[in-house]
């Protein structure tokens, strides 16, 4: 080796300099995979008991419109934007039903009605959330377990929105849905068919971002 060239600087091949450039869009692809894997992990929300009730409304011999309302209502939602899925759960205790008429109250939670010391609880599990296209969710697509009965039910939303609360300063979603089922296929016969088959459930809920603002 001669002193000439040993005050050259080193100069790369172009092998090296493809085999650098590949490494480097090697980091920055894994580094973007990263980026968009945390992004697309589940968000968890956590219901807000004062705004999160269940309301059914039945037909009474074709005149006027039975009402009652059960709440506050426990449960946790788990949404996945980017994948477009997620889960929500909702817990009902039936003894909370409430139509303003004490004695009506009583009666809906006897045995042949809703059956609350049998079964104090009624379930509402969505493995299937529907989203448009502005990432709102616009349906639930589960199994609504009441008096030990379980069949699907389909919750679609009338509006769905989230904001940052000024007074917890974290992120709340949460809407009004409604959906459509027969009490008959749970078991519950009574009065039939004066007092409708039918009954229209109203949810609202509002949900507390659980792992950051």
Sequence with gaps: MTMASMSQPHERTPLACMRLTCQSALVALASLAAVAAARAEPVRYRFDPTHTFATFELLHFGTST????????????????????GRVQVEIDTAQINTGVGVLDARLKEADMLAVQAHPRAYLVAERIE?????????????????????PLTLTATRFNCYTSPLIR?????GDFEAQFNRSAY??????????????????VEAIRDDAP
């Design 170 to 174: 974290r992120e709340v979603c949460g």
């Design 66 to 85: 039975i009402r009652g309302r059960f709440g506050p209502l426990g449960g946790e939602a788990s949404i996945d934007r980017a994948a477009r899925k």
């Design 131 to 151: 989203f448009d296209d502005n990432g709102r969710v616009k349906a639930l697509r589960g199994e609504f377990t009441l008096r030990g009965v379980s069949t």
């Design 187 to 204: 078991g519950i016969t009574h009065s039939l068919p004066f007092v409708a088959d039918s009954v229209r459930l109203l949810v609202q």
